[in-house]
């Protein structure tokens, strides 16, 4: 793959300023960490002479979660587009319109979209990084073997996460678990199934390494219970209904969590309902990339993309996260329903409050409930759905149903709690075999080769073990 070339030779010549380079920008939402000013160049003997050098190297790991040149990834912002795109959740105006939007959006994507291109390039990316610094904290002399425990439990929640995303995009891809870019570059598509059988080994170690302590101010540094949670979807995902419940049991039953009563609270700094968030750190000083391209221009003209009229008609009478979480704009006499979950637009960076959500509770109990449906605990499970439709104002559901109705309620709150988070809604379709059912009236030349995005053509050329989707 041709993205193991060029951060391999950085990493050859023994640079990792770009990792450290950006370390400071990460000031909104509470500091990471406090260090010194970045060095230009910095050998690698060098960072990983000192927990506070090796702290600035993961510093600028976190930042490149959420921070490209373009200031728009697979964790910032990109992954919620595309899922809404390619699902029914997301439409767009004509201020967007283009080849790699409209293909999403038609669920007919060329392997040369720059969109799909850069989900593969920057997902691989992160996975590399999160390698080369496992690797060489591992070695090094100098650093206690608690701060080894807890960057290395990190970075595999970090790995782990990379790859959930990966796999659910692309189905098959190759596991790179070295720095050794001779043997990356050839590597070919692991099955799906290996994928995930990696991503639970890597959250398994993952919770004997960290504590339930967040290990800097706020939460932006993943816990135990970050990879709890983690853990609990990728066996909600896996069909391992009883190990699912374990672990969403375990992060539900943690007293520093619980779900945010003011729905506006639930996206802010320190919200307690998150378990893993992360801040803004953007140079033109605009708030989480989400906030960003999805809420409307202040000056009142449309943005980019909006809520297809499908997404907005399931929210029942009186349900607080259509008022809460919907902005609706009447524009030249047309309605636009806007996801309005992070409000921000262009504020200062020290004017901002919001912070990125990565893991959050309301989708523990969600996993919780759906698993305990598959277990046959249905009363369990309605006790997990029904504090989810309380907090949204809704009135609970009967203790009468059955497992066909509350399945489906389950699917209809998910549809709505994670509405434009994430890109959930497309992987839920997929995982449930309901993608085709669901979008045929929308998007009637929708088949089943469309179910997985196609692997980049350059990815290809560069590594002829790949091979690519069916239909592609």
Known sequence: MKIFQNVS???????????ISVSLMYTSCNKFTEIDAPKNS??????????????????????QLIRTPANFNIFNGQSTLMGGLLSDE??????????????????????TSSLVGSQWQYGYQIIYLANIIMENIAVSNNLSEDFKRQVRGELLVIRAFSYWLLTNYFGDVPLVLTTDYMVNN??????????????????IEAKGLLSTAYPSEGRQRPNLYAAQALLARTYLYKGSWKAAAVEAADV???????????????????SQEAIWQLGSSNNLKYNPESG???????????????????????????DLRKEHWVLTKIIQGEHYFIPYK?????????SNTECY?????????????????????????????????????????????????LTSYIAHERAIEYQAEWGMRWFDLNRTGKTLEVLRDIKPTISAMDLLLPVPQNEIMANHNLTQNEGY
């Open 90 to 111: 997301l439409t767009y105006t004509s201020l967007v319109a283009g080849n790699d939007v409209d293909g999403l959006n038609q669920n007919n994507i060329s392997t």
């Open 9 to 19: 030779y950085i990493v050859l010549h023994i640079r990792l300023y770009f990792i």
């Open 186 to 203: 050839t590597l070919p598509r692991s099955p799906k199934s290996a994928v995930y059988d990696q991503m639970v080994k890597d959250l």
């Open 42 to 63: 910095i050998s690698r003997t060098k960072v990983f002479s000192s927990e506070a050098n090796a702290s600035e190297a993961v510093a600028g790991l976190y930042v």
């Open 342 to 350: 992070y409000k921000n637009r262009g504020l200062p960076e020290e």
């Open 252 to 270: 539900i039953a943690e007293p520093a969590y619980h779900l945010e009563t003011d729905l506006d609270r639930v996206f802010l700094d320190n």
């Open 357 to 405: 959500m990565m893991f959050r509770l309301a989708e523990q109990y969600l996993i919780h409930a759906e698993a305990l449906v598959h277990l046959g605990q249905l009363e369990e499970a309605l006790l997990d759905l029904n504090h989810i439709r309380r907090r949204a104002g809704l009135n609970d559901l009967p203790l009468t149903l059955d497992e066909t109705a």
């Open 292 to 318: 960003l391209f999805l809420v409307f221009d202040p000056s009142g003209e449309p943005g980019g993309y909006y809520l297809r009229d499908q997404s907005s008609d399931p929210w029942e009478k009186g």
